[in-house]
T-cell receptor
Framework: AQSVTQPDIHITVSEGASLELRCNYS??????LFWYVQSPGQGLQLLLK??????LVQGIKGFEAEFKRSQSSFNLRKPSVHWSDAAEYFCAVAVTGANNLFFGTGTRLTVIP | NAGVTQTPKFQVLKTGQSMTLQCAQD?????MSWYRQDPGMGLRLIHY???????DQGEVPNGYNVSRSTTEDFPLRLLSAAPSQTSVYFC??????????????FGPGTRLTVL
């Protein structure tokens, strides 16, 4: 069965510091990969997605993610975090031929001044 | 465009009551879906639809019904509410029948409590 693992439940970083959020997936073929962000009390917004091609993808708000097939990972990065980045981040996987997304359990990001 | 709208924002039910969560989108998207979000479990797919008149089950469909009579609307019905259905419910839509492969636009959510 497909699964998505986000090993970090909660991460705290200082404003201006770099950020990396981890995501690992379990699937036999190359999946379609997504990162979503959820601000408190809001719905989810797509940050970026990977379907094929260049394994380093750029998203909105200065985020990027790198697909590493050998590690089954799709980690999200940002070089300098802003206080407004405090939110919950979800990694998601789409399965070829299916019509649903599988979500990880999320990582809550706290940004301290 | 209003995007994806959901009503109500909050709802409290007693065990055994029924209700309908409303979802509408004005983007002419074929694909629509319902998720529930529970602490520590991420989002899980309840039901989805790839077009008017077509619905299918997701990962956790028990206790819920859906219908899709129009492209715009995709209501979720709780037949007999149970405390285990206390959750935050999100509706989402996408511009392709292959919804998983394209960006899904999410509504603001409905917070449901079942006593």
């Amino acid at each position: 069965a497909q699964s998505v693992t986000q090993p970090d439940i909660h991460i705290t970083v200082s404003e201006g510091a770099s950020l990396e959020l981890r995501c690992n997936y379990s699937y036999g073929a190359t999946p379609y990969l997504f990162w979503y962000v959820q601000s408190p009390g809001q719905g989810l917004q797509l940050l970026l997605k990977y379907f094929s091609g260049d394994t380093l993808v750029q998203g909105i708000k200065g985020f990027e993610a790198e697909f590493k097939r050998s590690q089954s990972s799709f980690n999200l990065r940002k070089p300098s975090v802003h206080w407004s980045d405090a939110a919950e981040y979800f990694c998601a996987v789409a399965v070829t031929g299916a019509n649903n997304l599988f979500f990880g359990t999320g990582t809550r990001l706290t940004v301290i001044p | 465009n209003a995007g994806v709208t959901q009503t109500p924002k909050f709802q409290v039910l007693k065990t055994g009551q029924s209700m309908t969560l409303q979802c509408a989108q004005d983007m002419n998207h074929e694909y629509m879906s319902w998720y529930r979000q529970d602490p520590g479990m991420g989002l899980r797919l309840i039901h989805y639809s790839v077009g008017a008149g077509i619905t299918d089950q997701g990962e956790v469909p028990n206790g819920y019904n859906v219908s899709r009579s129009t492209t715009e609307d995709f209501p979720l019905r709780l037949l007999s509410a149970a405390p285990s259905q206390t959750s935050v419910y999100f509706c989402a839509s996408s511009y392709s029948p292959s919804g998983s492969w394209n960006e899904q636009f999410f509504g603001p959510g409905t917070r449901l409590t079942v006593l």
